[in-house]
């Protein structure tokens, strides 16, 4: 068998990319990137607490800051407006979508609304906090350049 057979073998490996050392080279996460990362690690840990409190609170609320310093420091220069605004959105979406479905609350809308209101209450100050930070670093690296 020939080295280039080999190669395209689909069954054997390439070893350069079973190298530990051959790392992600390049800038960081794109705009896309960096929302669709927040958007799922959100969603992710609010689905685990949402079906074991049947609510949301301080596990996805640090799930939030961990978006937050996720975008920041993963992305490329120019993705940090990105990084501050996703991950709002994705917990407003996220909370709308899983609720219903995982959290036991209906549709009724008097039995939502309170459900919505109460997740909102406990991870209001993770969200203003971690927005607070964000945009901070967001107009100093503005400032900056």
């Known amino acids: 068998m020939s080295s280039r057979s080999a190669q395209l073998d689909p069954k054997r490996p390439d070893p350069k990319r079973l190298d ?3 790392r992600i080279q390049g800038p960081g996460l794109t705009k896309q990137g960096v929302a669709i990362l927040q958007a799922l690690w959100i969603a992710l840990l609010m689905a685990v607490e949402i ?3 049947s609510n949301v609170g301080f596990i996805t ?3 939030i800051w961990i978006a937050y310093a996720g975008g ?3 992305g490329r220069s120019g ?3 990105t990084a501050v605004v996703t991950p ?3 917990f407003a979406v996220t909370i709308v979508l ?3 479905t995982l959290g036991g609350s209906t549709l009724r809308i008097s039995r939502f ?3 919505l209101v109460s997740g909102l209450a406990g991870i209001a100050p993770f969200l203003v906090t971690g927005a607070l930070v964000g945009w901070v670093i967001f107009f100093a690296r503005q400032r900056k350049n």
């Open 72 to 74: 920041i420091h993963l």
């Open 20 to 22: 530990p050392k051959n």
């Open 113 to 115: 609304a309170l459900d």
């Open 51 to 53: 079906a074991l409190r």
């Open 61 to 63: 609320g640090v799930a």
């Open 79 to 81: 993705t940090i407006f």
């Open 98 to 100: 899983l609720l219903p």
């Open 88 to 90: 709002p959105i994705a």
